[in-house]
T-cell receptor, first 112, second 111 residues
């Protein structure tokens, strides 16, 4: 089944403890992105990647890192999480530019 | 940067009624995407519009992109409780990035 898989689905952590949210797609898509969704602010892009080893900042990259060492994986790294990073996170992938994006089920992160 | 404004922010309708959600862009759109989201869950792709004046339909949902490619509407005919959720429009502004999204419209359909 074609899908984008995020893990974990739910995560509660403490301020400053490094964490990684994984994202994997099985559709051989070139493009991948991370978004965060907050009430009243909608979906905002954090980082995106156009292909292996090619990544760039979105609208809200501060406090996040990403890597794209393989085409299928695009992990989101929070080196030192803070409470303002409490949010619902989505990974998305698309075959190429101007094609539909497929979204993962989301990761609900709480930083206390 | 691309800005998308959706209206209304929320909508409550009686089952069987028709409704329209609008999405307006600050820039010309290279593509406009409509998604539906159940609360707290992932986004489900509905339709993609790319040409000015384009109109697409799927079951009881119709989406249109205006000729100037700066505004889109999503119309639901004879709404059902299964249509309830958050509707999001996403825009391709022509840059290398993936989509920019509007803030969403929360739709409630009362049985």
């Amino acid at each position: 089944e074609a899908q984008v898989t995020q893990n974990p689905r739910y995560l509660i952590t403490v301020t400053g403890k490094k964490l990684t949210v994984t994202c994997s797609q099985n559709m051989n898509h070139e493009y991948m992105s991370w978004y965060r969704q907050d009430p009243g602010l909608g979906l905002r892009q954090i980082y995106y990647s156009m292909n292996v080893e090619v990544t760039d900042k979105g609208d809200v990259p501060e406090g996040y890192k990403v890597s794209r060492k393989e085409k299928r994986n695009f992990p989101l790294i929070l080196e030192s999480p803070s409470p303002n990073q409490t949010s619902l996170y989505f990974c998305a992938s698309s075959l190429r530019r101007r094609t539909e994006a497929f979204f993962g089920q989301g990761t609900r992160l709480t930083v206390v | 940067s691309q800005e998308l404004e959706q209206s209304p922010q929320s909508l409550i309708v009686q089952e069987g009624k028709n409704l329209t959600i609008n999405c307006t862009s600050s820039k010309t759109l290279y593509g406009l995407y409509w998604y539906k989201q159940k609360y707290g869950e992932g986004l489900i792709f509905l339709m993609m519009l790319q040409k000015g004046g384009e109109e697409k339909s799927h079951e009881k949902i119709t989406a249109k992109l205006d000729e100037k490619k700066q505004q889109s509407s999503l119309h639901i005919t004879a709404s059902q409780p299964s249509h309830a959720g958050i509707y999001l429009c996403g825009a391709d502004s022509g840059s290398a990035r993936q989509l920019t999204f509007g803030s969403g419209t929360q739709l409630t359909v009362l049985p």
